[in-house]
Every structure is written in C-alpha cells, then in structure tokens.
T-cell receptor
C-alpha cells in the first residue's frame, strides 16, 4: 500500500517568506506527527495530531510555526517569516494511534532551504 | 545534556563483520525502544522495536535493551554493503519519539 507522502520534496525560499509543507499520511492512520531534522542530527519532535486536533504542539519552536489537519487526514505545516535557521528536513510520520508501540512510519521529508 | 546520546561515528567495517551500535538515555519514562535506518535523502525506516529489557532477534539484526543501565544496542551480523546507512536509535514514553543523533555506517565490499 501507499506510504506517507510529502510535498514538495524540496523547497527553496527567501528569508521572510511564508511556506507550506504538506503531508499525506497512510490511509486510516489517526495519528500524525511532524519532526524536524537538521544536518547531522536526529529528528526532533514538533507536533502530534490525534484526529483533527493537535494533542501536543510543545515542540514547535515559536509562533511562526503552525500546523493544521482539518479533516483528520492531510496535514499542512506552515512557517511564517522564514529565517535561515529554519533550513532543515521536515519529516512527517503517521501511525494507527493505538496503544502500545504504535509504529510511526515516516515520509521522505521536505528539504527546506531558506536563503 | 540530551535525553538520548548516540556516537555519530562514522563507523567503517569490512563486509561480513559485526556492526555494533549503542545509545544511552536519561529519561526513565521511556518504555518503547526502536532502531531506524535512514538512507541518504530518505525518511527513517523502522528496523526493530523492543518494549522490555532483554534481547530481540530478527534475521541478521539483534536489539538489546538494559533498562537498569539505560543502555540499548543494535548488532548487525554478516554485514553487507547494502547495510551502509545512518542508524538512529529512538525511544518514547508513549507517543513522542526522542532520537539519537544517528551513527553513519559504511560496509566496505
């Protein structure tokens, strides 16, 4: 079956611009996560959705970052007034949302470069 | 100090060697432990997960968890050039994964 997909695969923008990154989770997965991976580092948690609501957004670095999942499927990560420090790979993952190990399946990521 | 510490390497081994990777952690609330493999410019792919202390084997891969020492390991037997990748340890108390920095492994043919 289809895995997690993310678009665009690459995004180059200028400092101060607004960007949107899209994630299509595995069909039927109720849980969706966003992580950010900087060069040479492991992914860092940003936000977790259970259904349509953000159950935990404690990883969002500041109020320039916002994410939505209006129908409980596709999610969009929005970054306002981008800064050079926002350059990273943004990874989306989804899981069944059940108790236990609840494996998270990752997409290929969106590589964001802020010039 | 980070919650999860992992030596970034890089690690280079000849084909057929045993690859040994490990992580330490500080958060006692972690109860699920995973190893992900990440190829260049790809997303992480789950290799193995364990819930309790002990060993778990899957083909050429063995994962070990020692909760008393807050230490986890991954062993790859009979390593192949196709095993060349970055290996990330990850752990969570419930839903939020905390990752190590990843160890880059190269298996030389």
């Amino acid at each position: 079956g289809a895995g997690v997909s993310q678009t665009p695969s690459n995004k180059v923008t200028e400092k101060g611009k607004y960007v949107e990154l899209r994630c299509d989770p595995i069909s039927g997965h109720t849980a969706l996560y966003w992580y950010r991976q900087s060069l040479g580092q492991g992914p860092e948690f940003l936000i977790y959705f259970q259904g349509t609501g953000a159950a935990d957004d404690s990883g969002l670095p500041n109020d320039r970052f916002f994410a939505v999942r209006p129908e409980g499927s596709v999610s969009t990560l929005k970054i306002q007034r981008t800064e050079r420090g926002d350059s990273a790979v943004y990874l989306c993952a989804s899981s069944s949302g059940l108790q236990g190990p609840d494996t998270q399946y990752f997409g290929p990521g969106t590589r964001l470069t802020v010039l | 100090q980070k919650e999860v510490e992992q030596d970034p390497g890089p690690l280079s081994v000849p084909e057929g060697a045993i690859v040994s990777l490990n992580c330490t952690y500080s958060n006692s609330a972690f109860q699920y432990f995973m190893w992900y493999r990440q190829y260049s410019r790809k997303g992480p792919e789950l290799l193995m997960y364990t819930y309790s202390s002990g060993n778990k084997e899957d083909g050429r891969f063995t994962a070990q968890v020692d909760k008393s020492s807050k230490y986890i390991s991954l062993f790859i037997r009979d390593s192949q050039p196709s095993d060349s990748a970055t290996y990330l340890c990850a752990m969570k108390p419930d839903y939020k994964l905390s990752f190590g920095a990843g160890t880059t492994v190269t298996v030389r043919a």
